[in-house]
């Protein structure tokens, strides 16, 4: 089945710092890669997501381009803001019907 | 529209109760999915179901889980003698067709005391 290695937390930055929260995967083939996103108290949310090699998924400013030569989705922002802390999943589907297999998390806390 | 509902929202169970949860996915949608989700963890496949078959139970911990969709649209997750281990989040995601993307319910939290 597939796996997910996502990079360590929790980040802490300033405010309109730049972001980048690393994901590597492993699977057969060339799964869907999605990223989720948990805010506090509330439920999972699709961020964005990509469906082929060299896509590259965007939303509210993030981006994350599928890289199938180095089996990664790393997620960027230029200049992150407070509302932006939450915690970050990186999901490949698998399977013939998209079963989603989470990394750990990544927790990130932006101060003003 | 409607997103997707679980009930209920928070659980308390003593050991050895059985418990049911309850997923309304969103209307139409043909895929639904159980995720359990640990504290401080990413979630973790349970199971899956396109309409009213389970195609997928490889998640399922033991044989105290139990999941149903008997008429393609409502799920019920159900957990018999409940273990401290079974204390988690549970989650339901609907998608329109398989390998379209997946959305989430706020969860089950379950605490099994």
């Known amino acids: 089945g597939n796996s997910v290695t996502q990079m360590e937390g929790p980040v802490t930055l300033s405010e309109e710092a730049f972001l980048t929260i690393n994901c590597t995967y492993t699977a057969t083939g060339y799964p869907s890669l999605f990223w989720y996103v948990q805010y506090p108290g509330e439920g999972l949310q699709l961020l964005l997501k990509a469906t082929k090699a060299d896509d590259k998924g965007s939303n509210k400013g993030f981006e994350a381009t599928y890289r199938k030569e180095t089996t990664s989705f790393h997620l960027e922002k230029g200049s992150v803001q407070v509302s932006d802390s939450a915690v970050y999943f990186c999901a490949p589907a698998g399977t013939s019907y998209g079963k989603l297999t989470f990394g750990q998390g990544t927790i990130l806390t932006v101060h003003p | 529209g409607a997103g997707v509902s679980q009930s209920p929202r928070y659980k308390v169970a003593k050991r050895g109760q059985d418990v049911a949860l309850r997923c309304d996915p969103i209307?139409?949608?043909?895929?639904l999915f159980w995720y359990q989700q640990a504290l401080g963890q990413g979630p973790e496949f349970l199971t899956y179901f396109q309409n009213e078959a389970q195609l997928d139970k490889s998640g399922l911990p033991s044989d105290r889980f139990f999941a149903e969709r008997p008429e393609g649209s409502v799920s019920t997750l159900k957990i018999q003698r409940t273990q401290q281990e079974d204390s988690a989040v549970y989650l339901c995601a609907s998608s329109r067709e398989k390998n379209y993307e997946q959305y989430f319910g706020p969860g089950t939290r379950l605490t099994v005391t």
């Open positions: 209307s139409g949608h043909v895929s």
